[in-house]
């Protein structure tokens, strides 16, 4: 283990309550969390786990996985819980340790992690983080390193779940666009290269959407052949997409009603959150058969 949990500062990352503030009501997050996992498992039929999407978002593919049959639980800080507070992440950890979570989405947030930034370093919208300085570059302007110190933490709990998922063979899904500095941290290294691992690259144009935005899925745990949907890529030339025929949309700027595009490209396209529930889904009914094989003998 090579991290976790740094000293906290003042600013955005709330000390006193370990964890990020965001503006909305002060939460006991761990209360509410329990109450989530029984109001999740209150639901019939399904079998008693759950499929939890953390850092969720609007939270697709938990949707997905819910027509599919799954309880699920959506984590999402602006609904009050922050998985950067030890004490949300540690009962976490003891879902994935105890078999209660059967699957997991993480998506933590990517956009202090980007590669897209260029300029000089420690400049105004120069890069925060260089090859050499991938937690953050010493003496950002103040703005840049409060978007760090959350990019930090958000990633740090992100792989701290992730491991903890490897180590108790939990299929789960690690996403971030394929510019993402994090997939050259150490932890994520020694993920990526792991006999249980299969990372893939899509684009989101071949699920739907008018922007290609190139994205890398580390899945743990889940067999190759469930990710054949997944591995698809734009293969156009001419600059045009090959789905649409025509140009991808930049995700610079605003569109019409002036939302910016990378705001809007923020979701997973549905078609994509369904192809990801679906494989976490066969993952887990797979491991279930391998269980029950292994009891009959
Ligand atoms: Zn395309």
């Given at each position: 283990m090579f991290f976790f949990y740094e000293k906290r500062e003042s600013g955005d990352i709330d000390s006193s309550k370990g964890g990020i503030t965001w503006g909305g009501p002060t939460v006991p997050a761990v209360t509410q969390l329990r109450q989530m996992l029984r109001r999740a498992l209150r639901g019939g039929g399904a079998p008693p786990v759950i499929f939890v999407e953390a850092f969720a978002g609007c939270g697709r593919v938990a949707a997905a996985a819910r027509r599919r049959g799954w309880r699920t639980v959506q984590l999402e800080l602006k609904q009050g819980i922050d998985l950067t507070d030890p004490h949300v992440?540690?009962?976490?950890?003891?879902?994935?340790?105890?078999?209660?979570?059967?699957?997991?989405?993480?998506?933590?947030?990517?956009?202090?992690?980007?590669?897209?930034?260029?300029?000089?370093?420690?400049?105004?919208?120069?890069?925060?983080?260089?090859?050499?300085?991938?937690?953050?570059?010493?003496?950002?302007?103040?703005?840049?390193?409060?978007?760090?110190?959350?990019?930090?933490?958000?990633?740090?709990?992100?792989?701290?779940?992730?491991?903890?998922?490897?180590?108790?063979?939990?299929?789960?899904?690690?996403?971030?666009?394929?510019?993402?500095?994090?997939?050259?941290?150490?932890?994520?290294?020694?993920?990526?290269?792991?006999?249980?691992?299969?990372?893939?690259?899509?684009?989101?144009?071949?699920?739907?959407?008018?922007?290609?935005?190139?994205?890398r899925l580390l899945f743990l745990h889940v067999p190759r052949a469930a990710l054949d949907k997944l591995d698809m890529r734009w293969t156009g030339r001419s600059g045009l997409c090959s789905v649409t025929g025509k140009p991808h949309i930049i995700l610079q700027s605003c569109d019409s009603s002036g939302i910016p595009w990378t705001q809007r490209a923020e979701a997973y396209p549905k078609r994509l959150a369904r192809a990801m529930a679906s494989a976490l889904s066969s993952a887990v009914d797979e491991m279930h058969l391998q269980r029950l094989h292994t009891l009959s003998q």
């Amino acid at each position: 283990m090579f991290f976790f949990y740094e000293k906290r500062e003042s600013g955005d990352i709330d000390s006193s309550k370990g964890g990020i503030t965001w503006g909305g009501p002060t939460v006991p997050a761990v209360t509410q969390l329990r109450q989530m996992l029984r109001r999740a498992l209150r639901g019939g039929g399904a079998p008693p786990v759950i499929f939890v999407e953390a850092f969720a978002g609007c939270g697709r593919v938990a949707a997905a996985a819910r027509r599919r049959g799954w309880r699920t639980v959506q984590l999402e800080l602006k609904q009050g819980i922050d998985l950067t507070d030890p004490h949300v992440l540690s009962l976490l950890e003891g879902w994935i340790s105890s078999g209660v979570i059967c699957a997991l989405v993480l998506a933590p947030p990517c956009s202090s992690w980007s590669v897209a930034r260029r300029g000089h370093p420690r400049s105004p919208g120069g890069p925060p983080r260089t090859p050499q300085h991938l937690w953050g570059l010493p003496g950002l302007p103040p703005k840049d390193a409060a978007k760090v110190r959350v990019g930090n933490a958000t990633m740090k709990a992100a792989v701290r779940l992730l491991q903890k998922c490897a180590v108790h063979k939990v299929p789960v899904v690690f996403e971030n666009p394929i510019g993402s500095r994090c997939f050259q941290l150490p932890a994520l290294r020694r993920l990526l290269s792991a006999p249980f691992a299969v990372p893939i690259t899509c684009d989101f144009c071949r699920f739907g959407t008018r922007w290609r935005k190139r994205t890398r899925l580390l899945f743990l745990h889940v067999p190759r052949a469930a990710l054949d949907k997944l591995d698809m890529r734009w293969t156009g030339r001419s600059g045009l997409c090959s789905v649409t025929g025509k140009p991808h949309i930049i995700l610079q700027s605003c569109d019409s009603s002036g939302i910016p595009w990378t705001q809007r490209a923020e979701a997973y396209p549905k078609r994509l959150a369904r192809a990801m529930a679906s494989a976490l889904s066969s993952a887990v009914d797979e491991m279930h058969l391998q269980r029950l094989h292994t009891l009959s003998q």
